[in-house]
């Protein structure tokens, strides 16, 4: 392709933003490419196509609400790439909020750009077209006017991953129940006790053998079940083994009562589906690995500061980016299960896997001098982050729920518990971290950023599990 000047001081918009209520496509490029972007958008405008772009909004701080708006409700998602838009923050999170938000997105080459690992990873599950073929518009059009055609259609095998129940009735029921099966237990025990001494000190040893390798003394976060009916039913802390991903657990459906965040409300959540949840933090290896990158803080105090500490200073778009690279691989490489997808978590899940069937401040029990023996905190991290796994795991055989680092999750507790489906652009992280006091970093711990945020104790983990409904 030619080489062409790409500043572009007072060139003018060439029509105004679509604004109707009818399918569009939103645009994303590099201010720099004006020139050529402009001229491109001009041809496809005339053809008929409704196209919404960001001319005239001013940037204001690091996510426009407007924009985020645009993409969510367009119908596809057009990315003009060159290496200046490889290198903008804004076409970057533009790109990384289309792919959170599920969008068919097309790509138009402004010239030859090498991709970043994880981007053209993303991106090569859609079409695209260079602006030097001949036919590019042609194809282009086609694209978008199969979009502003097609019905909105719901992913094969949807599952609702959280149903709402408030029915505190039932619960109080089921607490009931189980005191009084404890009480019946140490009845029996007392009875052994007095009538068959040597016998109940044999049986006693017995009980505590088999409960030190799967018994918690928290033994219920609300009715957990496990359901599978065509194959042997999975258990709490199951390993699966993706060979991409790594090492996941299964949390089995159930149901978690919570409090609703910024009220006295409680509510009762059931996860209706049981999913995998990877038992380690994603590494920066793992993630250098996939997405062809380490964002991560660097500690010249750390020895090995890659292969097994996790990543972190990455924002939640990055991590969402990073959630769908390792679903195109897997997938590629036929390892991934029918209908299911690699995502971050959302809330209810990540606090309903944390606490793995308890109560308590903690899934140890209420006193935070336990905290030593399972995350690193203000209080033992010497305010270094630490490499995976080497605190004790919850019941589930989760690791580091309580730090090292501090874990984005998808959607909110308020964006399930009070059916509400519009987010701004503000996210939700869980967990303790290693720059934390122990009473931050309790299983109800959460904290606030922009999905743009990045800090040196913010990573994350995936889940493994099917296909939910937008």
């Not at 596809?76 to 490889?86: C, K, N, Q, T, Y």
């Not at 905290?371 to 004790?392: A, D, M, T």
């Not at 509400?420 to 606030?448: L, N, P, V, W």
Request: charged fraction near 25%.
């Amino acid at each position: 392709m030619k080489t062409v000047s790409h500043k572009a001081p007072g060139i003018s918009p060439p029509f105004e933003a679509y604004s109707g209520d009818g399918p569009y496509s939103f645009i994303s490029y590099a201010h720099a490419d004006k020139v050529l972007v402009f001229e491109s958008m001009r041809k496809l405008h005339e053809n008929g196509a409704n196209i919404w772009y960001d001319e005239g909004i001013k940037a204001a701080g690091e996510w426009v609400e407007e924009i985020a708006h645009a993409i969510k409700n367009s119908s596809l998602f057009l990315v003009f790439i060159s290496p200046r838009a490889v290198d903008s923050r804004y076409v970057k999170s533009e790109v990384g909020y289309a792919l959170s938000e599920n969008k068919e997105i097309l790509t138009i080459f402004v010239e030859e750009t090498t991709l970043p690992a994880g981007l053209s990873l993303c991106l090569q599950q859609f079409q695209s077209v260079s602006l030097d073929d001949p036919t590019w518009l042609e194809k282009a059009m086609k694209a978008i006017f199969q979009r502003m055609e097609a019905p909105p259609s719901k992913p094969e095998n949807e599952v609702d991953s959280e149903e709402l129940i408030i029915d505190h009735g039932k619960i109080l029921w089921e607490m009931w129940e189980h005191s009084r099966e404890v009480q019946k237990g140490r009845m029996f025990r007392s009875r052994e006790k007095l009538e068959h001494p040597k016998k109940s000190t044999r049986v006693s040893k017995e009980i505590a053998k088999s409960r030190s390798k799967d018994y918690s003394r928290h033994p219920f976060t609300v009715n957990v079940e496990v359901v599978n009916k065509e194959k042997k039913p999975n258990q709490p802390g199951d390993i699966f083994e993706d060979p991409v991903a790594g090492l996941f657990a299964w949390i089995p459906p159930g149901e978690i009562s919570i409090k609703v965040p910024y009220s006295d409300e409680s509510k009762v959540a059931r996860v209706s589906q049981g999913y995998w949840m990877s038992k380690y933090l994603i590494t920066q290896q793992l993630y250098e690995n996939v997405m062809g990158s380490n964002p991560s803080f660097f500690d010249s105090s750390v020895r090995n500061p890659v292969a097994n500490l996790p990543v972190n200073n990455v924002s939640w778009l990055d991590a969402v980016s990073f959630c769908k690279a390792i679903t195109i691989l897997s997938k590629t490489a036929g390892h991934l299960m029918d209908s299911h997808e690699f995502r971050l978590p959302t809330e209810v899940e990540w606090e309903y896997a944390c606490r793995a069937g308890t109560l308590t401040d903690y899934y140890f029990g209420d006193h935070a001098s336990d905290l030593q023996e399972h995350g690193w905190f203000r209080g033992n991290s010497l305010k270094k982050i630490h490499p995976i796994g080497l605190k004790s795991p919850n019941p589930w055989g989760l690791y580091d729920m309580y730090g090292n680092v501090r874990e984005w999750v998808g959607n909110s507790f308020v964006n399930t518990l009070l059916n509400d489906s519009e987010q701004d652009e503000f996210r939700i992280s869980r967990g303790g971290a290693y720059m934390k006091t122990a009473a931050e970093c309790q299983s109800s711990s959460r904290s606030t950023n922009s999905l743009n945020h990045r800090f040196r104790n913010l990573g994350f983990r995936p889940v493994l599990a099917k296909v939910r409904a937008k």
